[in-house]
């Protein structure tokens, strides 16, 4: 993976316990885990766009350095709008992550 093709900066985020609101309650929120340059990378299979997308879906394929512990719990955040992860693609042995996502258009 060349450097120069991470053109893009995606931030991604878990949904973590960030207090508790005096009543006994989590309070849980969207909680930065990683801000990554990453490559934006065109969805190429048909099955995957059948799959997970409908025609008000936004399908993006995130290629970046590999970063332990991403999954499908986790949402990506590119360019002020927020991303679905819906699978992760380990690139080598750990040297990048492919990271698939959807979006139904939520700006974070």
Not at 6 to 13: A, H, K
Request: aromatic share 8%; net charge negative.
């Amino acid at each position: 993976m060349r450097s120069g093709n991470l053109d893009s900066l995606i931030e991604i985020q878990r949904f973590t316990v960030t207090g508790d609101d005096g009543m006994g309650n989590e309070i849980q929120e969207w909680a930065p885990l990683a801000t990554l340059r990453a490559q934006l990378i065109q969805a190429g299979t048909e099955e995957f766009i059948r799959n997970y997308a409908t025609s008000q879906d936004t399908v993006i394929v995130f290629r970046t350095r590999y970063l332990e512990g991403v999954t499908n719990i986790d949402r990506v955040v590119y360019d002020g709008v927020v991303y679905d992860i819906k699978e992760t693609k380990e690139i080598g042995r750990a040297r990048g992550l492919e990271i698939r996502t959807i979006s139904q258009g939520q700006v974070a």
